[in-house]
């Protein structure tokens, strides 16, 4: 009397540990992979190797940063595209909210709304990111990539990088 029968056992352990894997990769943190090269050279260096696909940058996305929005200049973010949301992306949040930005190679100056950033992505010549469709919405960002977690010889942390000559808050 008692006993639960193995297969049972497995079918509670499977769902329970589907539901913690769904819980943490839902509130806290997921590990995402990294398609193209507009982050390059931080995420996925322009370099081929002969794994294809398992050479490309797997990375910690922590979202603890979406309470309250709290993000910094530097931050590298995935987010939903303003134009299609079930894209992903992945930038570098380049100014924050209040910020004046200059933008590059242009002698044009643009404020960035409240509940919005500015992203762009670190290969400026291969990335679709604000200088494409303007301000983002804070409220499209998925998470903060702190990490690259594959392949094994990129481990580490992802630095984050501020262009001070290009942004400024009055």
């Known amino acids: 009397m008692g006993s639960t029968s193995p297969f049972w056992n497995a079918v509670k352990t499977s769902f329970t540990a589907g539901l913690i894997s769904l819980t943490v990769s839902d509130r806290y943190a997921s590990i995402s992979h990294i398609d193209g090269h ?8 322009l ?20 309470d309250k929005y709290k993000f910094s200049r530097g931050d590298v973010i995935v987010f939903s595209s303003p134009r299609n949301h079930k894209e992903r992306l992945v930038k570098r949040i380049v100014a924050l909210p209040g910020d ?18 500015w992203v762009e992505g670190d290969n400026s010549a291969s990335s679709l990111d604000s200088r494409s469709f303007g301000p983002v919405p804070l409220g499209l960002a998925r998470g903060r990539v702190t990490h690259i ?9 992802v630095e984050q990088i501020v262009p001070r000559d290009r942004v400024s808050s009055f």
């Open 38 to 45: 507009s982050m390059s050279p931080t995420l996925n260096p």
């Open 47 to 66: 370099h081929e190797t002969f794994l294809g696909p398992l050479g490309e940058d797997y990375v910690l996305v922590e979202k603890f940063c979406l």
């Open 100 to 117: 004046w930005l200059r933008l590059s190679h242009q002698h044009d100056t643009v404020k960035i709304p409240e509940g919005h950033c």
């Open 149 to 157: 977690v594959w392949p094994p010889h990129r481990m580490g942390k």
